[in-house]
């Protein structure tokens, strides 16, 4: 009995000190790296290259919406948008790939959708014409490094080659720049997130809808997982290398479009999530107490 009581009260202690960070998390909707604030880098969860892609970030780490500040101010990572209104990103990650991205590009274009590609640089050399046709579309091309690698494990030197490339082959490619990046595996720290942002004007960002359609668990079950997920602001993760995750993707469109949601890209999202926060300030002239030091600090930096 006594070993089962001690782990029990130990679970139950680590419980209520997850629910106290998270709660504090929720309460402020803005992470600036310069506050003291729960580092969200410590709930990211490295899995082998060899099991794939996706990673699980701490679920409970979903709760935390971060708005991105424009005008120089350094955020932390986007996992969703605290947004009132039914705006969501759908993001697909690894491609693009010759049929499947293709298939989803018909699909959204059937139902006047916008999504979010966070493409490989190798890829985007490999098929640059469908990439010219992401964007064409109005979808926004996002950086998600050339070749996969684990970014804490390469040298700064490595981690500048493979952003630097990216960036410069989709922008080569599509005439755009490139605002946002999705490391792989969610492998990232503080200082590269900061290397990202300060020399390539690249926000990190997460997720915070994750299927885990990588593993294939039937394309019914991913379409369920996502559709029941979903909440204003979320971003969901999906990958366009793989046939069942194509096949999901107009009946996510279509149970997402019934439920009153809207897609746009994660540019959009961020945009809403600002211009929403913009007026709220307007209409509640004194912010929360928990939002003031934030805020304050926003301001000085000239993040409004
Ligand atoms: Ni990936």
């Known amino acids: 009995m006594k070993k089962t009581r001690l782990p029990l009260f130990l679970m139950l202690l680590l419980g209520c000190v997850t629910s106290c960070q ?26 082998s290259p060899k099991t794939n892609h996706s990673t699980r970030v701490n679920p409970q780490a979903d709760v935390s919406g971060i708005p991105n500040f424009d005008g ?6 986007f996992l969703k948008a605290n947004i009132k209104q039914p705006y969501v990103a759908l993001t697909f990650d690894d491609g693009p790939h010759r049929v499947h991205t293709i298939k989803i590009l018909d699909v959204l274009k059937k139902y006047n959708a916008k999504a979010t590609f966070f493409v ?15 964007a ?6 996002a950086n998600h ?20 490339d990216t960036n410069f082959i989709i922008e080569s490619t599509t005439g755009q720049k490139v605002r946002s990046m999705r490391p792989p595996y ?7 997130d900061a290397l990202m942002a300060n020399q390539y004007g690249l926000t990190p960002i997460m997720w915070s809808v994750d299927p885990n359609d990588w593993k294939r668990p039937g394309v019914q079950v991913v379409v369920n997982r996502v559709l029941s997920m979903t909440r204003p602001g979320s971003v969901i993760l999906l990958h366009d290398i793989h046939a069942s995750s194509a096949q999901a993707v107009e009946p996510i469109v279509k ?17 809403i999530a600002n211009q929403e926060l913009k007026s709220s300030i307007q209409t509640s002239p004194i ?8 805020l304050q600090k926003a301001m000085q930096m000239g993040g409004y």
């Open 22 to 47: 998270n709660s504090e998390i929720a309460s402020n909707p803005f992470q600036i790296y310069d506050e003291d604030v729960p580092a969200l880098p410590d709930n990211v969860v490295k899995t």
């Open 72 to 77: 120089g101010v350094r955020t932390a990572r």
């Open 255 to 271: 149970g997402l479009i019934q439920k009153g949601y809207k897609l746009v890209t994660v540019n959009q999202l961020r945009a």
């Open 287 to 294: 912010p929360s107490k928990s939002a003031q030091p934030s």
């Open 120 to 134: 490989l640089g190798s890829n985007v050399k490999r098929y640059p014409q469908i990439v010219r046709r992401i």
């Open 145 to 164: 490094s050339w070749s996969h690698p684990f970014f804490t494990k390469l040298n700064e030197a490595g981690l500048r080659k493979q952003l630097g």
């Open 136 to 141: 064409n579309e109005g979808h926004e091309v």
């Open 186 to 192: 969610g492998d990232t720290s503080r200082s590269i």
